[in-house]
T-cell receptor
Framework: DTAVSQTPKYLVTQMGNDKSIKCEQN?????MYWYKQDSKKFLKIMFS???????INETVPNRFSPKSPDKAHLNLHINSLELGDSAVYFC???????????????FGPGTRLTVL | DAKTTQPPSMDCAEGRAANLPCNHS???????VYWYRQIHSQGPQYIIH???NNETNEMASLIITEDRKSSTLILPHATLRDTAVYYC?????????????FGTGTRLKVLA
């Protein structure tokens, strides 16, 4: 199926650990995003990569480091995890080069991160 | 901050039309209106978008006022599976990478 996929779906870990979340899209898009949805359900963008280049970088602790090995993948590595990092993380992709109304973002199923 | 305001919650009887309003009074001429929904804790799902004209697809209809300061998403025959949080978003229409700014959305509950 064509889609945006994320692994793992659930991630439970201890404070201070380092973890990664992987995202892959097979939609042929050239831009990918990471969003964070906290316990209050606010959904906020964290990063965006276009053709492996960082385009959007919101005010996110530098413990979070996105890595894009190619256009189809955008992984999120988190160092020294803290309790406040517990949230659902969503990956998305789009094709903004299409311009106009073609820049529709498609979201993955989410990764629920719980830091104990 | 989100450029849109939506009622926090709405109820709709199953089989009836659900009309979800959105105010975007500061929308610019080249900004599109997008609608997404989030069912439980799944990823946001694209529904429909528009610029000036009303739009319809297999999921919903989008009615945009002539002054473009507000819009209404219409689910013509709501089912229990349409229970979700619905987000109205505005974003520029020019080519490039733009972040979606999600507001608090409208929690629609479809009642049996």
């Amino acid at each position: 199926d064509t889609a945006v996929s994320q692994t793992p779906k659930y991630l439970v870990t201890q404070m201070g650990n380092d973890k990664s979340i992987k995202c892959e899209q097979n939609l042929g898009h050239d831009t990918m995003y990471w969003y964070k949805q906290d316990s209050k359900k606010f959904l906020k963008i964290m990063f965006s990569y276009n053709n492996k280049e960082l385009i959007i970088n919101e005010t996110v602790p530098n413990r979070f480091s996105p890595k894009s090995p190619d256009k189809a993948h955008l992984n999120l590595h988190i160092n020294s995890l803290e309790l406040g990092d517990s949230a659902v993380y969503f990956c998305a992709s789009s094709h903004p080069a299409g311009g106009g109304s073609k820049d529709t973002q498609y979201f993955g199923p989410g990764t629920r991160l719980t830091v104990l | 901050d989100a450029k849109t305001t939506q009622p926090p919650s709405m109820d709709c009887a199953e089989g009836r039309a659900a009309n979800l309003p959105c105010n975007h009074s500061t929308i610019s001429g080249n900004e599109y209106v997008y609608w997404y929904r989030q069912i439980h804790s799944q990823g946001p799902q694209y529904i429909i978008h528009g610029l000036k004209n009303n739009e319809t697809n297999e999921m919903a209809s989008l009615i945009i006022t002539e002054d473009r300061k507000s819009s209404t998403l219409i689910l013509p025959h709501a089912t229990l599976r349409d229970t979700a949080v619905y987000y109205c978003i505005v974003r520029p229409g020019t080519s490039g990478t733009y972040k979606y700014i999600f507001g608090t959305g409208t929690r629609l509950k479809v009642l049996a």
